[in-house]
């Protein structure tokens, strides 16, 4: 019954390495995203995915980001070579897919990693 | 593209003051939701609200919308110092499952004694 997880909670890493951020959904949500949330841009929407497959990755802002889901489940987003601008605290969230009883599939948000970029 | 403003983006208030937050968003949208963040944490859903002139209440918070003028407010009732939180609107955008919420600027709320 536990909510949505995400590992580290905490990363530092030199500029130009590549990093791994991990997020477990909420088991049955079908539906996971992934935010960022920064000083200077707010909160802002990165990814989202259905399933395995991300119809929307409109928010990633460059081609250093990716991400992917694997059984549906478990999401690794991937900077590689990152840059200072990177640092933010990136956040994950999970819902159930929309219609029925959940016609307005409420997103449930993990505790965020912290991301600094030295 | 949607925008979504709040204010004010800082707003300090005495115990047992009213205040109410602001948010407007700038095209149609099928929801809107309020959460709050304590700082070095996450996102905590306070209340969504779904159709023209829903309002919601819990506790000393009262949340209401109207579509029409695309715009939410979040009133403070006789604040207490557990207020103390960034407070953010987030409108949705619907693309066809997904829904993908766009954050307003948040409101950083201290209540003094």
């Known amino acids: 019954g536990a909510g949505v997880s995400q590992s580290p909670s905490n990363k530092v890493t030199e500029k130009g390495k590549d990093v791994e951020l991990r997020c477990d959904p909420i088991?049955?949500?079908?539906?996971l995203y992934w935010y960022r949330q920064s000083l200077g841009q707010g909160l802002e929407f990165l990814i989202y995915?259905?399933?395995?497959?991300?119809?929307?990755k409109s928010g990633l802002p460059s081609d250093r980001f990716s991400a992917e889901r694997t059984g549906g489940s478990v999401s690794t987003l991937t900077i590689q070579r990152t840059q200072q601008e990177d640092s933010a605290v990136y956040l994950c969230a999970s819902s159930r897919p929309a219609g029925g009883r959940h016609a307005y599939n409420e997103q449930f948000f993990g505790p965020g990693t912290r991301l600094t970029v030295l | 593209e949607l925008k979504v403003e709040q204010n004010p983006l800082f707003l300090s208030m005495q115990e047992g003051k009213n205040y109410t937050i602001y948010c407007n968003y700038s095209?149609?949208?099928?929801?809107l939701y309020w959460y709050r963040q304590d700082p070095g944490k996450s996102l905590e859903s306070l209340f969504v609200l779904l159709s023209n002139g829903a309002v919601k209440q819990e506790g000393r918070l009262m949340a209401s919308l109207d579509t029409k003028a695309r715009l939410s407010t979040l009133h403070i009732t006789a604040a207490v110092h557990d207020l103390s939180a960034t407070y953010f609107c987030?409108?949705?955008?619907?693309?066809?499952?997904?829904?993908?919420?766009?954050f307003g600027t948040g409101t950083r709320l201290q209540v003094t004694l």
């Open positions: 088991s049955g949500h079908t539906a």
């Open positions: 995915f259905q399933g395995n497959s991300a119809p929307d």
């Open positions: 095209t149609t949208s099928d929801r």
């Open positions: 987030a409108v949705v955008l619907n693309t066809g499952t997904a829904s993908k919420l766009t």
